[in-house]
């Protein structure tokens, strides 16, 4: 339902309120019954106020299940007075505790704005701003549930005290903190989704939904907080609330974008590109680089590529079960800074400031935390890609270069006790120098790279498959150079990915076809948006660049972007580091310390020297946590779940009794709530909603193409007549097959069943020197 939630101007419009359709079949009949659960999550919240205190009510999808949250706004400044009801509420009854809020406020209740997600909570030096999102837009769809691009949000001040002790000084500090807060532009790159979990990865929330109800892994039945941009805007409230997340949106910094492969008329793939940005260490360019004492790099992103045949939209499978549909597939990778000690001054001005080690550490701690972080999140092997420079006239990269080699030759001494799976696979490419040169070509050496890094790292296919490892690429600025090498693992994986679901019998697709044109055109939006967010201007190096086309035409545009970037690191950085510190919590305003504007360095805000003993005492030589090398037990979740098949209505005759629960009532008689049981009961980890039949399908609502997502999709059917899209839109004549990957080593075992499809070729581009 679209409209908006009702007025109430007086008490007779509350009391004759008509209910737009009938209630769904619910846990309670009464409002007192405080264990009463939603079926389906909050989306829209309607606030309302008083003179003296600030009402939220939310309600899920359909606007027929709703939650009430009340706000003091007459306590003392430096508290967040937050009440929540745990009861949950029809259309009516909700309708006689907003006539009774009413009531109480004298007549006073008005509507103070529609909200799409709740973010937190914010405080400088005064009292408590809540932070609400007021526009949205879909941009991809995945599992049935939408993932959305925050557009527009507001602050709302919840103080309604005097002024009293309330100083000039202090009045043009708020102004100021208020200045830098908002200048953190959340309407650009920040998502959510209120029923898929985009901080973690598909195969981590598949995984979640297979593991047994009594598992004793807290961490894989919540967010991923690396990648919860708000999470300080969360803190006032975690104190509080013990189910943050059923009010509060997650959100993430990054880039997402979704795309379609019509594959001759007949079948849909949807390609999903879900970038993730760590906050750990962020910033902007020259003022983040490198690591920081807890093993956080700069410029962190996990980048992760879902291919899906939608056959059918959910996760679930008939034949497989619930949560196994083998319709999805994924691959992860991983970018970040060198992990070491050193940073540029960009005081000299100039457009590129020397490199500078400043701290040389002979056991390499902070970068053996990083790699063994790398071990927790995404298990053994790990690939390193170092495309720095390795000649220079005057030494820069290559003062990194050496360390960074050391660095891993002396982690890896140990590791190889662990056995040879367990050591980094360390990868150094001049990609800057083969670009540049005629004998030397950049796809052919990432063509075969690819093959590796697929043939040992895997790939997930729900329920058939996972992924086991990670490949890290970085360059100087992980930006130019690493987005160029992991589009072409993410066109290699691409190739595999297809090949799983049945679509191409070859992995190796041809640069010019319809499919690589758009995953090119959305990894260049993935590299440009990056670029914005570290380093204040788009790719200068494309794709055309190492592909060695169109070089004269792209020439002034890698001119212009490069003096983007310079004029942004020298004049703008400083500002937009400020603002990330303060969004994320590395200040917080305190009496007589120094204010943000007046600290000489953010250096302390991100490096604590005087901390805990967990990162002081780590072994030098056994580095790495043990727990964090060992095999996961994954394999015997590929198939969980799946004796809860989706069965037609007849067929659910017996109670459900749940683990952990006390519940033998019978199964209600339709068939979306026996589903919403089967699916939705799991132990409280944040966002176990699966109701994508409520958000994705709405019932008894008027629709049409203009509005449906998936129509009005980037899809390969815009540009061309042709219905294959694997076919090269390009006739290269005189070229050989450069499929190397086809000479050098063998195709995955697992993949290597279907025979090679003639139509699906790379070709080798070497272009002559433009007159």
């Given at each position: 339902m679209d409209s908006e939630f009702l007025?109430?101007?007086?008490?007779?419009?509350?009391?004759?309120?008509?209910?737009?359709?009938?209630?769904?079949?619910?846990?309670?009949?009464?409002h007192s019954d405080v264990h009463a659960r939603l079926s389906a999550p909050l989306e829209?919240?309607?606030?309302?106020?008083?003179?003296?205190?600030?009402?939220?009510?939310?309600?899920?999808?359909r606007e027929v299940q709703f939650k009430v949250m009340e706000i003091d706004m007459t306590g003392p400044k430096q508290d967040l007075t937050l009440i929540v009801d745990p009861a949950v509420y029809t259309r009516a009854e909700v309708m006689d505790v907003l006539g009774h809020m009413e009531?109480?406020?004298?007549?006073?209740?008005?509507?103070?704005?529609?909200?799409?997600?709740?973010?937190?909570?914010?405080?400088?030096?005064?009292?408590?701003?809540?932070?609400?999102?007021?526009?949205?837009?879909?941009?991809?769809?995945?599992?049935?549930?939408?993932?959305?691009?925050?557009?527009?949000?507001?602050?709302?001040?919840?103080?309604?005290?005097?002024?009293?002790?309330?100083?000039?000084?202090?009045?043009?500090?708020?102004?100021?903190?208020?200045?830098?807060?908002q200048s953190l532009d959340l309407s650009k790159t920040f998502y959510f989704s209120y029923a898929y979990d985009i901080t973690n990865t598909l195969q981590r929330n598949m995984e979640r939904e297979k593991r047994d109800d009594d598992s004793d892994d807290e961490e894989i039945h919540s967010f991923n907080h690396m990648f919860i941009w708000n999470h300080h805007l969360l803190r006032p409230v975690e104190e509080i609330m013990d189910n943050v997340f059923e009010w509060f949106l997650p959100i993430i910094h990054g880039f997402i974008d979704q795309a379609k492969i019509n594959v001759c008329g007949a079948r849909s793939v949807y390609v999903t590109l879900i970038a993730r940005r760590s906050h750990y260490f962020a910033g902007a360019r020259f003022l983040k680089r490198g690591v920081n004492d807890r093993g956080n790099v700069a410029n962190e992103v996990e980048t992760e590529q879902i291919v899906a045949d939608l056959v059918t939209s959910s996760f679930h499978d008939k034949r497989e079960g619930i949560f196994n549909s083998p319709r999805y597939t994924s691959y992860v990778q991983h970018r970040g800074s060198i992990p070491l000690y050193w940073s540029?001054?960009?005081?000299?001005?100039?457009?590129?400031?020397?490199?500078?080690?400043?701290?040389?550490?002979?056991?390499?701690?902070?970068?053996?935390?990083?790699f063994d972080d790398l071990f927790k999140r995404y298990e053994a092997p790990i690939l390193v890609l170092n495309l720095i420079k390795s000649k220079e006239r005057t030494p820069r990269e290559g003062k990194l270069l050496r360390e960074f080699s050391q660095c891993v030759e002396y982690l890896n001494q140990f590791l190889v006790q662990r056995g040879k799976k367990h050591k980094l696979q360390y990868t150094h490419w001049d990609m800057s120098r083969a670009s540049k040169s005629r004998n030397l070509e950049v796809i052919e050496f990432l063509e075969r790279y690819s093959t590796t890094v697929l043939e040992k790292t895997g790939f997930f296919h729900n329920s058939k498959g996972i992924q086991k490892g990670i490949c890290r690429s970085n360059?100087?600025?992980?930006?130019?150079?690493?987005?160029?090498?992991?589009?072409?693992?993410?066109?290699?994986?691409?190739?595999?990915?297809?090949?799983?679901?049945?679509?191409?019998?070859?992995?190796?697709?041809?640069?010019?076809?319809?499919?690589?044109?758009?995953?090119?055109?959305?990894?260049?939006?993935?590299?440009?948006?990056?670029?914005?967010?570290?380093?204040?201007?788009?790719?200068?190096?494309?794709?055309e660049t190492y592909r060695k086309i169109n070089q004269w035409r792209s020439h002034s545009r890698d001119m212009l972007e490069s003096i983007r970037r310079f004029y942004s690191n020298s004049f703008v950085d400083s500002q937009r580091q400020e603002a990330i510190n303060l969004f994320l919590g590395n200040h917080v305003f305190e009496q007589n310390k120094p204010r943000l504007w007046d600290l000489p360095s953010d250096h302390f805000l991100h490096n604590n020297y005087y901390f805990d003993n967990y990162y002081l005492?780590?072994?030098?030589?056994?580095?790495?946590?043990?727990?964090?090398?060992?095999?996961?037990?994954?394999?015997?979740?590929?198939?969980?779940?799946?004796?809860?098949?989706?069965?037609?209505?007849?067929?659910?005759?017996?109670?459900l009794n749940f683990p952990g629960s006390d519940q033998k009532e019978p199964v209600m008689e339709v068939l979306e709530d026996k589903l919403d049981a089967l699916v939705s009961y799991i132990p409280p980890y944040p966002g176990f909603f699966d109701n994508y039949w409520n958000e994705c399908y709405k019932p008894r609502s008027l629709s049409s193409f203009h509005k449906v997502f998936a129509y009005n999709m980037n899809s390969t059917s815009r540009y061309n007549s042709d219905d294959n899209p694997f076919r090269p839109r390009k006739e290269i004549k005189g070229l050989e097959d450069i499929t190397e990957d086809k000479k050098v080593s063998e195709v995955p075992e697992e993949v290597s069943k279907i025979p090679d499809d003639p139509l699906i070729t790379i070709y080798k581009y070497t272009l002559?020197?433009?007159?």
């Open positions: 007025e109430i101007p007086n008490m007779e419009d509350i009391v004759t309120a008509p209910e737009p359709e009938p209630e769904p079949p619910r846990l309670t009949q009464s829209k919240y309607t606030l309302y106020e008083t003179k003296t205190r600030l009402y939220i009510v939310a309600s899920n999808a009531e109480e406020g004298g007549g006073n209740l008005t509507k103070r704005l529609t909200a799409w997600g709740l973010l937190g909570f914010i405080r400088f030096t005064d009292g408590y701003y809540m932070v609400v999102v007021t526009k949205r837009s879909v941009v991809a769809l995945l599992g049935g549930h939408y993932v959305y691009h925050i557009d527009k949000t507001e602050m709302i001040p919840l103080s309604r005290g005097g002024d009293e002790g309330k100083t000039k000084s202090k009045s043009a500090d708020e102004a100021r903190y208020m200045s830098i807060f540029q001054d960009v005081s000299n001005m100039t457009p590129k400031p020397p490199i500078e080690i400043n701290l040389v550490d002979p056991f390499f701690a902070s970068a053996a935390l990083h360059c100087i600025d992980c930006l130019d150079r690493t987005n160029a090498a992991q589009f072409v693992i993410a066109k290699k994986a691409l190739g595999y990915q297809l090949r799983a679901l049945g679509i191409v019998s070859d992995v190796n697709l041809s640069y010019d076809c319809d499919a690589v044109n758009l995953l090119t055109e959305m990894y260049h939006d993935h590299g440009d948006t990056i670029a914005l967010q570290y380093g204040g201007s788009h790719l200068v190096n494309t794709m005492r780590r072994s030098y030589i056994f580095w790495w946590t043990e727990i964090n090398l060992l095999v996961k037990k994954y394999e015997k979740y590929v198939r969980r779940k799946k004796e809860l098949q989706i069965m037609p209505v007849s067929e659910i005759t017996e109670p002559q020197a433009m007159a």
